[in-house]
């Protein structure tokens, strides 16, 4: 068809109101940018503000809403953008559209991670029957047979896990049989679990980016979870790379992460994995995604290699061979605690010559939006209050219950340790009762 102009397609792609590298990525290859993402209460209020000349979002040629799971409704809109453009890649942003992605690709006939990872991806209990190798013991337990399980389970501590949740949702360490029995009112009547074995060990994520089956990059990062203080694994803290890595331990754990893509037969893309990494040295899997991180995480690779991941992302995308840069800083990201009550504030000493965020899903500002280069001195990149004044705040039990979160950078490790430090003690989150 003539006189289609280039585009590229990215799914859950509204991201690129807060990472606006997506767009440069796009731009810097003569691409315009065509959306696809959910229906929303702030969804249209980000889409119109495209139609204002100098608007960020400006740079998005077209865009529409559609549910993740409508796998029909995002081929069509899909297939009718193929008419009018030439579209030559995709990139699934968010997880819900990971499977949907996948299906549009295959339609399109561009390059995805294909649709047995992105399948098995989407599904926790799938991914623990393809990585059997790699993954705990585990049990999956439709909603009619939980006590009857629970009753039988010889093995603690258990891990439970509700198969169709997101962001650490419903994911409980339990001791004894008794906890696991009275755990189970807090999941809902139709839900179907995952019983496991626990992963001990500290945690890590490996980022990587696959072209054609071959992988072309391994970023590893250092988590911290709730799991010290309570019983739910949120993650409160990334820094990248992970500094607590030997060499000999970071090539195992690349290894097996290699394995899993085999597996898994990935094609083409960025997968985000987590795992474990026990006393005994062993390496469990402990999930995976088809997809870049969340968080900050694709913003921590920025400042620790001093260039955009999203520039490779795409590039894969589009089939090119990618050169991501490799890491010349650490970068930090720390989720700040805190109890029930009301957030009444987030109050910042002056001495730290930064202001706060108030996080608007509706605005379009990036959290982190400056990149040192690799000799400065240690900083901090944003402070940035998740919900607004006035919210009602939960115990941390998934990642939605996070309220607060800054983002630093130094040259080593005991500087990111250092800085880390100072903010911590000139940020507090004020809630009332």
Known sequence: MPNRRPALLLLGGLTVAWNQRWLDAARA?????????????HAATLLAGRHTPGHPL??????????????????????AWAREYDIRGLCCLREEYVEGAAVVADLLGVRSPGLRAARVCRNKHLQRRYLADWSPGSTLVPAGRRTETAAAWDGFPLVVKPVGRLASSGVRLVADRTALLDSLDAYGPEETLLFERRAEGPEYSVESLSLHGEVHYLGTTEKRTTETTGDYFVEMGHTTPAPGLDDPTRERLHAVHRAVLDRLAFDTGMAHAEYRIGPDGRIALIEIAARPPGDSIMALHWLATLAPL???????????????????????????????????????????????????????????????????????????????????????????????????DAATPGELDAIEEHCLAAIALRTRD
Not at 59 to 70: K, S
Request: with cysteine; charged share 25%; glycine share 8%.
């Open 29 to 41: 290859r003569g691409l315009d940018l065509l959306v696809l993402d959910a229906p929303g209460p």
């Open 310 to 408: 999203e520039d490779a992302v795409v590039a894969v995308a589009l089939g090119e061979r990618p050169r991501p840069a490799r890491p010349q800083r650490y970068a930090r990201q720390v989720y700040l605690p805190h109890g029930p009550g009301v957030l009444a504030g987030l109050d910042v000493r002056p001495g730290l010559a930064t202001e706060p965020q108030w996080f608007d899903p509706a605005e379009v500002r990036a959290q982190v939006a400056d990149c040192a280069t690799p000799g400065d001195p240690a900083a901090l990149r944003c402070i940035v209050a998740l919900k607004p004044a006035g919210t009602r705040l939960a115990p941390i039990r998934q990642s939605g219950d996070r309220a607060a979160m800054f983002v630093v």
């Open 58 to 79: 400006s740079r998005i040629a077209d865009a529409a809403l559609t549910d993740a799971d409508d796998h029909a409704a995002l081929a069509d809109r899909a297939a």
